[in-house]
């Protein structure tokens, strides 16, 4: 069985400060990992993706993701937030096994100032 | 580049009423997607179709038919919509590879009355 976990449904920090948002994955096979974003009324947008290389993947507006094999993670990570960062984040596994993409219930970033 | 279109943005229904929603796309993808986004609970994966006419379940189909006639157009339908029943649905089409980026439509905002 596949699943993703995203232990932090919320996540708030100050304009300026860096971030790690979470995200766990349950695949015994070699998985191909993503995060997509979604801004406020606007439609789904993928970030960044893995499948193979180098394990650290960079992504639009400087976000960025480092594959763990060891510890089953797929965390990202940003410098330096802006407000305009405030969305929620989704980790998304693909299985080799199904055709189609598992989603994690989400991450709401909120950036202060 | 290409747009996904989903009709209607809004749908109001009735309790057990049957309800259709569309989704267009001009990407000209292989594989549509049709997820519902409840608050807390990420995406969850209602149906797919990998080509014409194709027709696979996902995590959450019971409740649920589609019709994939085109390939330009996916449909869903509520067989009996739930009293007090609020979510987004969202479409999405990729090519058909492990690794292939979703692009989302903005999604129908569906409340049962």
């Known amino acids: 069985a596949q699943s993703v976990t995203q232990p932090d449904a919320r996540v708030t920090v100050s304009e300026g400060a860096s971030l790690q948002l979470r995200c766990k994955y349950s695949?015994?096979?070699?998985?191909?990992l993503f995060w997509y974003v979604q801004y406020p009324r606007q439609g789904l947008q993928l970030l960044l993706k893995?499948?193979?290389?180098?394990?650290v993947v960079q992504g639009v507006n400087g976000f960025e993701a480092e594959f763990s094999k060891s510890n089953s993670s797929f965390h990202l990570r940003k410098a330096s937030v802006h407000w305009s960062d405030s969305a929620v984040y989704f980790c998304v596994l693909s299985a080799n096994s199904g055709t189609y993409q598992r989603f994690g219930t989400g991450t709401k970033l909120q950036v202060v100032p | 580049g290409g747009i996904i279109t989903q009709t209607p943005k809004f749908l109001i229904g009735q309790e057990g009423q049957k309800l259709t929603l569309k989704c267009q796309q001009n990407f000209n993808h292989d594989t549509m997607y049709w997820y519902r986004q409840d608050s807390g609970k990420g995406l969850r994966l209602i149906y797919y179709?990998?080509?014409?006419?194709?027709?696979q379940k996902g995590d959450l189909s019971e409740g649920y038919d589609a019709s994939r006639e085109k390939k330009s157009s996916f449909s869903l339908t509520v067989t009996s919509a739930q009293k007090n029943e609020m979510a987004v649905f969202l479409c999405a089409s990729s090519i058909m590879d492990r690794d292939a980026e979703q692009f989302f439509g903005p999604g129908t905002r569906l409340t049962v009355l």
């Open positions: 179709s990998i080509t014409e006419n194709d027709l």
């Open positions: 695949y015994s096979g070699t998985p191909y």
């Open positions: 893995y499948y193979s290389g180098d394990p």
